[in-house]
């Protein structure tokens, strides 16, 4: 499995313009070798799904930094359900309190990186479940 | 500064000292093979007199007296020994009336300077009802969607009798500002504040774009205009680097881009008709405190200089007030830690303690918990004593500008002033501030600061206490604010029951006319004042200028990869 064939939406929903994180990972999953595409800023769930599936990617990262996460993710995850691509891993990036990260993981997002992270960890983690995704379709 | 002779002794004793400390070798074991700055400037093993005169830093010349040109050691004569700055605590959040005693309370416990934030749907111009507005409604700040809201944030506040900052660009907040201040019994011209009011900043900083940038900045110069007849003692514009630092472009790169952005805006209020004497006294600026100490006191003296030669030499300012950057400073929101937060209290310490030896008018100096949240109100209770210490007890306050004269601060304060000097002189070359935005030039320059910045932090080159290094996974165990979810949905009935209480047809006529003047290209503060005055909200307000200017294009526009 080669990197150039993973495909990451990097998001951000809602207001919230700090687009700090989300730029600095969209350039280290690039830098690994992956393909990112970035929805730039003020989209609503709703568009976000639209895009992850027109651009049929394997995993979805939203970046929060506003503290909106627990309105606007619940929205979110719903809106993959709605239309059947819950399949698609979620994860969060941004100021996330603790107490809020088994909030986050309870609604089915895969995990969360809170402010203070390692980049190189998020790449790593990428790349282990879109590994593991596509080993599981395979076998299925 | 100092004669021939003095200085050849200097010269040669240090090339001797220099080969006294290297082994056998002919090296000096350090810890690091090169140290710079935070912002990758290289930094010496020693600085001496050599460092000023080799660079020919002129005592008078490029340093001076406090408050006299070029300003580097300070805007005022008795700096802290006449006054202290201003302890202006940015606050802002949920309901106007939970924010209104919030403010009581900072009043109350010694941060007299009023910092108002607004919320997203409220900077961005849509107000609590719009369906992008979920999950935001009072969580960075407090969200103001007509006059009524206004009137209970500064319930029983004498607004003739306080100074208030208010953190927002474009007309509507204003207007607002002033016709809960004239209900009171208050005149424009006994206002005393600050509108942030730079689109600027707002846009490469914060990402804030409603309209089209060239409508942004007609929108701001209004407000300007208007104050500059109306509100003598009110600053109009305070032009700010604080959010792209955050965004992590470095020191020398804040003054750079944040002094564009000045130029940008002085040169449009020139074109509008303004003397630069007019209005130079009443612009303010706001800066960053960042980590790397002295860094910071080089930035703030060498953005004085620089500011100081522009407005002279290039606008032709003949007010020496004209040519004075006066300044608000907020510590670095983004160097808090969310791991051991208690220690960020020591971060902020230090970093407006750089504030203050960097000659600040106004200090925010941020709470622990706020890597993770709003913070407590005990929290900020630490935050603004950590100011008193500085003020009362550390000592700094006794002579004016002690920093000046060291070797190292002085070389430094030119190597800063070199380096944004060439930021500021291609930016001009590409069109001024707004056309290095279009072209998303700025946008790119801070990005790759910022990778830069996470990589060496990630390679243990920069180490941060708790995060990449003397790590403790411990909990940490304070308790945060949270905001009531509930309260969206009464933020947004409010509106529908102002909507029913108010004369419908004076706010049809007030919008029309407002869009009558939009369509002409008049200055947009009278007819803004109007419409809130008829309680229009602030989303029918910028729907009429969103007709007019259109709304800013998100999709077209995606910058910074």
Known sequence: MRDENIRILVAKIGLDGHDRGGLIIAQALKNAGMEVIYTGLKNTSENVVEMAIQEDVDIIGISILSGAHLVLMPILMDELKKNNADDIPVIVGGVIPPGDIPKLKAMNVREVFPAGSQVVEAVAFIRRLVQERRKSTRAS | MYDGDILDEIRKRKEEWEREIQDEQGSVKERKEAFTTLGEIPVKRVYTPLDVVDRDIDYLRDISFPGEYPFTRGIHPTMYRGSLWTIRQFMGFGDPRKSNERLKYLMNSGAPGLNVAFDLPTINGVGSDHPLARGEIGRNGVPVNSLEDMEQLFDGIPLGKVSTSLVIAYPPIPC???????????????????????????????????????????????????????????????????????????????????????????????????????????????????????????????????????????????????????????????????????????RVAIQGLAAVLGGTQSLHTNSMDEAMA??????????????????????????????????????????????????????????????????????????????????????????????????????????????????????????????????????????????????????????????????????????????????????AHITGL
């Open chain 2, 176 to 346: 607002m500002y002033i016709a809960v201040a004239e209900k009171q019994g208050f005149r424009p011209d006994q206002l005393r504040g600050t509108f942030q009011n730079d689109s600027i900043c707002r846009d490469v900083g914060a990402n804030v774009r409603v309209v089209p940038r060239r409508a942004e900045l007609k929108l701001c110069v209004d407000v300007v205009e208007y104050a500059t007849k109306h509100m003598p003692l009110w600053y109009p514009i305070s032009i700010v680097g604080y959010q792209i630092r955050e965004k992590g472009c470095t020191a020398a790169q804040e003054v750079a881009f944040n002094l564009s952005d000045g130029i940008e805006f002085v040169r449009a209020f020139i074109e509008r008709g303004m003397d630069v004497d007019s209005f130079g006294p009443r612009l303010s600026f706001m800066w960053n405190a960042h980590n790397d100490f002295f860094e910071e006191i080089a930035k703030y003296r060498a953005a004085r200089r620089i500011w100081a030669r522009i407005m002279k030499e290039k606008f032709k300012a003949r007010n020496p007030r004209s040519m004075q950057i006066r300044f608000h400073t907020q510590t670095s929101g983004v160097s808090l830690t969310a791991q051991q937060p208690l220690n960020n209290v020591a």
């Open chain 2, 374 to 555: 709003l913070p407590t109100e005990d929290s900020v209770k630490i935050a603004v004593c950590t100011q008193q210490i500085l003020a009362h007890e550390s000592g700094v306050t006794n002579t004016v500008d002690p920093i000046a004269g060291s070797y190292y601060v002085e070389s430094l304060t030119k190597d800063l002033e070199d380096e944004a000097m060439t930021y500021i002189e291609k930016i001009e070359e590409i069109g001024g501030a707004v056309e290095a935005l279009e072209t998303g030039y700025v946008q790119r320059e801070v990005t790759k600061a910022a990778y830069a910045y996470q990589d060496k932090v990630e390679k243990k080159q920069e180490i941060i206490v708790g995060v990449n290094d003397y790590v403790d996974d411990r909990e940490p165990n304070i308790n945060l604010l949270e905001i009531d979810e509930a309260f969206e949905r009464y933020m947004c009935e409010k509106i529908e029951k102002l909507k029913a209480g108010r004369d419908p047809s004076a706010v049809e006529r007030s919008l029309d006319k407002l869009r009558e003047a939009a369509f002409r290209d008049e200055n947009l503060m009278e007819s803004t004042m109007e419409a809130v005055k008829s309680y229009a909200t602030l989303r029918e307000v910028w729907d009429v200028y969103r007709e007019r200017y259109g709304s800013f294009n998100e999709k």
